[in-house]
């Protein structure tokens, strides 16, 4: 089974400008989450889709919003993008029914964003 | 809302036995789960407390005990390629959605 791919690897952007962010879950997983990781901290909650509808969502401002396709994939854009946004994304699936079960999250090798 | 607290950094030498703590604050606890991330990769999922007690997977235990909101991964044999950053994360207040804490450093020395 293949695991969650996350696309580009590494990006650079200007503050000002949109990024768009994109995530392959893995297979049978049908809910999508987003985290930024700021260097030497943990993963913090962006928000979750599952059918397509955002399900949760953490202390991020509306300009960070998302997407979530028929086949599970995921984008997430970030508008008028600030230094403070330059950080690891990750993205992570899993399957919805579930979320109480003891495997967790399968996590993406992330985007490295940096905002210049 | 929940926090976590765990040491920012621990050292240890090949071969050894590790702990590391986590401390947590939250209401509706659900579980408290342990992740492993090596420099520039994806956190991988190590293991998932949701009763009291300790549960086994390999070299790795993890430990949860509710009624002092705290849990520990303890890390046997340790071998260089352990060194990572090792991350608690709560799932609690009506959601399933983990919530991370800023991760533990851990240096295996020769």
């Known amino acids: 089974e293949t695991g969650v791919t996350q696309s580009p690897t590494h990006l650079i952007k200007t503050r000002g400008q949109q990024v768009t962010l994109r995530c392959s879950s893995q297979s049978g997983h049908n809910t999508v989450s987003w985290y930024q990781q700021a260097l030497g901290q943990g993963p913090q909650f962006i928000f979750q889709?599952?059918?397509?509808?955002?399900?949760g969502r953490g202390n991020f401002p509306p300009r960070f919003s998302g997407l979530q396709f028929p086949n599970y994939s995921s984008e997430l854009n970030v508008n008028a993008l600030e230094l403070d946004d330059s950080a690891l994304y990750l993205c992570?699936?899993?399957?919805?029914?579930?979320?109480?079960?003891?495997?967790?999250?399968?996590f993406g090798s992330g985007t490295r964003l940096t905002v210049v | 809302g929940q926090s976590l607290e765990q040491p920012s950094e621990v050292t240890a030498v090949e071969g050894a036995i590790v702990q590391i703590n986590c401390t947590y604050q939250t209401s509706g606890f659900y579980g408290l789960s342990w992740y492993q991330q090596h420099d520039g990769g994806a956190p991988t999922f190590l293991s998932y407390n949701a009763l009291d007690g300790l549960e086994e997977t390999g070299r790795f235990s993890s430990f949860l005990s509710r009624s002092d909101s705290y849990g520990y991964l303890l890390l046997q044999e340790l071998q260089m390629k352990d060194s990572a950053s090792y991350f608690c994360a709560v799932r609690a207040g009506g959601s399933y959605i983990p919530t991370f804490g800023r991760g533990t450093s851990l240096i295996v020395h020769p």
């Open positions: 889709y599952y059918r397509e509808e955002e399900n």
């Open positions: 992570a699936s899993t399957r919805l029914q579930d979320r109480g079960a003891n495997y967790g999250y399968t």
